[in-house]
């Protein structure tokens, strides 16, 4: 999990998290989520219940980092305002896994243990993680107390719905631990695109020549969820438009439409953009697809050779360019493997974009599929910044800042 394909976005140090551990089986996971955070360079603290130190003790909780934890063994004469939130600090605070009992508690101002007051005390929103039963989800009482902890402005984030612990199946499992990362980053991020609706393409597409064969590139698609994350981090609402990549996770305001030809793809594009006002569109788009063969899978017997004609596909950032208002802007990608910045320029101009991300492709370095990038960006009114060797990430936060300034 920690080496998967998740995206780490590491300039948070400094920033806080603190954790709530209830009694469920889930527990263990707390430790995936805070590998994760600590890769953020985040510090993490937590308290623990006495039903969650019977699933994962505090001496493991310790040793992976969690400074400070707050046990079942607390004593008020030690740490007499540990309950108050100026005392811990947090600049987020997430309970996970939650059972229905801790929700009952937030939702009705219940204080009974250390856990319990620190969320009271809290002014900010709590994030709950619930991990439960499917009946214990559905039923009336945890459905009115999720409603309650929501009229009071916290976030419950629904489970996922499978087979849980005890063998049952249903709505209940503990939510993917990338997802509670990504909340938890949003919600300690400054929000300086919150006003901002975006419209985002990444991947590759497939144009088909008969039912198993295609025509496409090797993009990966790394480079336009980087960019829709950074965004989407700094409070920006997404439509992610893409073509055949990774499973995406579910977030809040990150709407996700897959598609798989440039046909369809542009016909996303035209539905979502009018509503949008900004664009970046960074899909490798196959500029040519196949004439479709005669049968539903070709067969080479009798062939000595094969001539397949290529049409074009609709150039998607040119219409959108093109249909845009005023107060849109766009941003294109350019992926060039000779007269880089000159090829770069001229399509900038070309195709009236605010902005262009130009990619170096050559004989011995490509982007597709890379975890890294080196990058020229430039604007319209001539600016320019040549971003060396770094992380998706890293260039998908500058790629942000440049997109403030539009």
């Given at each position: 999990m920690l080496s998967s394909p998740y995206m780490i976005f590491d300039q948070y140090q400094g920033q806080r998290v603190h954790l709530g551990i209830t009694g469920s089986v889930a527990a263990y996971r707390a430790i995936d989520l805070v590998r994760l955070l600590q890769k953020s360079s985040i510090s993490v603290s937590a308290t623990i219940t006495s039903a969650g130190s019977a699933f994962i003790g505090p001496l493991t909780l310790s040793a992976v980092g969690i400074d400070p934890l707050y046990t079942p063994d607390y004593s008020p004469v030690e740490l007499p305002f540990a309950h108050l939130s100026s005392q811990f600090a947090p600049n987020a605070f997430m309970v996970a896994p939650a059972t229905a009992n801790i929700l009952a508690k937030?939702?009705?101002?219940?204080?009974?243990?250390?856990?319990?007051?620190?969320?009271?005390?809290?002014?900010?929103?709590?994030?709950?993680?619930?991990?439960?039963?499917?009946?214990?989800?559905?039923?009336?009482?945890?459905?009115r107390n999720i409603r309650r902890l929501r009229d009071l402005g916290h976030e419950v984030v629904d489970p996922e719905s499978g087979q849980v612990a005890c063998g049952e199946h249903g709505q209940g499992r503990f939510p993917e631990i990338a997802v509670l990362y990504y909340l938890c980053l949003r919600e300690?991020?400054?929000?300086?695109?919150?006003?901002?609706?975006?419209?985002?393409?990444?991947?590759?597409?497939?144009?088909y020549f008969d039912l198993v064969r295609y025509w496409s590139n090797p993009s990966s698609g790394r480079m336009g969820l980087a960019i829709a994350l950074a965004l989407w981090l700094r409070g920006a609402e997404i439509n992610f438009v893409h073509g055949p990549m990774s499973p995406l996770l579910p977030l809040p305001d990150f709407?996700?439409?897959?598609v798989t030809t440039a046909s369809e793809m542009y016909s996303q594009c035209s539905t979502l953009w009018p509503e949008c006002d900004l664009g970046v569109f960074s899909a490798a788009v196959a500029d040519f697809a196949p004439e479709k063969a005669s049968t539903l899978k070709f067969k080479k017997k009798g062939y000595a050779s094969l001539q397949v004609k290529m049409n074009p596909t609709p150039d998607i950032l040119a219409e959108m360019s093109a249909s845009r208002t005023r107060a849109q802007k766009i941003v294109g990608f350019?992926?060039?493997?000779?007269?880089?910045?000159?090829?770069?320029?001229?399509?900038?101009?070309?195709?009236?974009l605010d902005l262009i991300v130009a990619n170096q492709v050559s004989s011995d370095s490509t982007p597709f599929g890379s975890e890294d990038n080196q990058v020229l960006i430039m604007d319209k009114s001539g600016r320019m910044e040549y971003l060396p060797k770094l992380s998706k990430q890293k260039i998908a936060w500058r790629i942000a800042d440049w997109i403030l300034e539009l």
């Open positions: 937030a939702a009705s101002g219940i204080a009974d243990d250390l856990l319990s007051t620190q969320i009271l005390s809290y002014p900010g929103s709590v994030y709950f993680a619930p991990a439960m039963n499917p009946n214990m989800w559905e039923n009336a009482a945890t459905r300690i991020t400054k929000k300086d695109l919150v006003s901002r609706k975006v419209l985002i393409t990444a991947g590759p597409t497939h144009e709407h996700i439409n897959s350019a992926a060039e493997a000779e007269n880089f910045k000159d090829n770069a320029s001229a399509k900038l101009s070309q195709k009236s």
